[in-house]
């Protein structure tokens, strides 16, 4: 019998380190292992106005018209990404952020067009996305972080890279896993 209580005892050991090295920018096909579940946030937002092609409206200064909107739920969740059939990388996992943010209308759409799904509640994303493939473009973003030097603790600036997916691209009809198959277990 498995034992995953709380009332199991563990012996310390040293864990092996987890590979995090980057991976080359391009074109990977990729697999949808895990999407976590929907995390609500509430803020003051100033919406994007956008015609009803969804282009954002912008004024004579060619500023964006923006709407305040208090108290805005929004709802995020984070997809775990494994890439298949490409050859050292094949196994590794990028993590893409979905929003129902009102300024992010492409985020959702995107990546439902990529896996070949044509609509989907976003509710349903975590339970009927699982295992659907496509390939993903990957670029490699930099960001500025304060690290605090535990022994002295000065804090200096340390530029960290991450891989993210730039945008999503369908496989051709025959490489994606049918939903027939899927409901099946085979």
């Avoid at 050991?13 to 509430?42: H, S």
């Avoid at 995020?76 to 990404?81: F, G, L, P, R, Y």
């Avoid at 973003?141 to 535990?150: A, G, Q, W």
């Amino acid at each position: 019998m498995v034992d995953t209580s709380l009332n199991r005892s563990y012996t310390a050991r040293e864990g092996a380190p987890m590979e995090f090295t980057l991976i080359p920018d391009g074109t990977y096909r990729a697999k949808v292992k895990e999407v976590t579940p929907w995390t609500p946030k509430k803020q003051n937002i100033k919406v994007i106005q956008r015609d009803e092609t969804g282009k954002a409206l912008v004024d004579e200064k060619g500023d964006k018209v923006t709407e305040m909107v208090n108290d805005c739920e929004f709802y995020n969740c984070t997809v775990k990404m494994e890439i298949v059939e490409q050859g050292d990388y094949t196994g590794r996992i990028i993590f893409h952020n979905l929003s129902t943010h009102p300024n992010m209308p492409f985020n959702i759409p995107a990546f439902l067009y990529g896996i070949g799904m044509k609509e989907l509640m976003a509710s349903e994303i975590q339970s009927k996305t699982i295992n659907k493939e496509c390939l993903i473009e990957v670029y490699t973003d930099s960001y500025t972080k304060d690290v605090e030097d535990k022994e002295t603790g000065m804090v200096e600036k340390v530029k960290k890279e991450i891989n993210r997916i730039n945008y999503f691209k369908q496989l051709p009809d025959l490489q994606q896993p049918s939903d027939e198959m899927d409901d099946l277990g085979i």
